[in-house]
T-cell receptor, first 114, second 112 residues
Framework: NAGVTQTPKFQVLKTGQSMTLQCAQDMNHEYMSWYRQDPGMGLRLIHYSVGAGITDQGEVPNGYNVSRSTTEDFPLRLLSAAPSQTSVYFC?????????????FGPGTRLTVT | DAKTTQPPSMDCAEGRAANLPCNHSTISGNEYVYWYRQIHSQGPQYIIHGLKNNETNEMASLIITEDRKSSTLILPHATLRDTAVYYCIVRRYTSGTYKYIFGTGTRLKVLA
């Protein structure tokens, strides 16, 4: 298993540009989520999904969109990048019904918005 | 939302037990406590979780107080590789699904 993969690893955007951060998992997990981590801070939940076609907002959803058309993929879209979105973005996945909801995290995408 | 409070940093001598406390005084009866750690800037790694009873696995032990308002993660014999940020997390059930609420974590430094 590749686990949770994220692309790209690094990205620099100009203010106002849009882009999509990719996340994929091959463990057939129902639950997938996106977090952002600012320097010296913990992780904050942006959006999450409990299955294909179902998404919901986390703590800091403004400026981001998500969709979940398949179980495997959960892309995060930045609609119009702002310097405040400079951060490290982590995708995670887990089972939802197995009893142990250990989340598996991807390696992260480091985004800089200038 | 149930939140967690952790000391920002701790030191521990190599080979000694590292005891990392967490306060989650607003936790509800069906909310689990999870512990993860993050080494450098990698993705967080699962360590252990529990609801009421104490738990142990090959990495660590988790001690949860009877009133469930706090817990302690124990690394029995800390090594230099255990230097990391440790997060205590409450898995909250809301709106028909689960959310993981991260705190700011404890930066553990294991000293040679």
């Amino acid at each position: 298993n590749a686990g949770v993969t994220q692309t790209p690893k690094f990205q620099v955007l100009k203010t106002g540009q849009s882009m999509t951060l990719q996340c994929a998992q091959d463990m057939n997990h129902e639950y997938m989520s996106w977090y952002r981590q600012d320097p010296g801070m913990g992780l904050r939940l942006i959006h999450y999904s409990v299955g294909a076609g179902i998404t919901d907002q986390g703590e800091v959803p403004n400026g981001y969109n998500v969709s979940r058309s398949t179980t495997e993929d959960f892309p995060l879209r930045l609609l119009s990048a702002a310097p405040s979105q400079t951060s490290v973005y982590f995708c995670a996945s887990s089972y939802l019904t197995s009893g142990n909801y250990e989340q598996y995290f991807g390696p992260g995408t480091r985004l800089t918005v200038t | 939302d149930a939140k967690t409070t952790q000391p920002p940093s701790m030191d521990c001598a190599e080979g000694r037990a590292a005891n990392l406390p967490c306060n989650h005084s607003t936790i509800s009866g069906n909310e689990y406590v999870y512990w993860y750690r993050q080494i450098h800037s990698q993705g967080p790694q699962y360590i252990i979780h529990g609801l009421k009873n104490n738990e142990t696995n090959e990495m660590a032990s988790l001690i949860i107080t009877e009133d469930r308002k706090s817990s302690t993660l124990i690394l029995p014999h800390a090594t230099l590789r255990d230097t990391a940020v440790y997060y205590c997390i409450v898995r909250r059930y809301t709106s028909g699904t689960y959310k993981y609420i991260f705190g700011t974590g404890t930066r553990l430094k294991v000293l040679a």
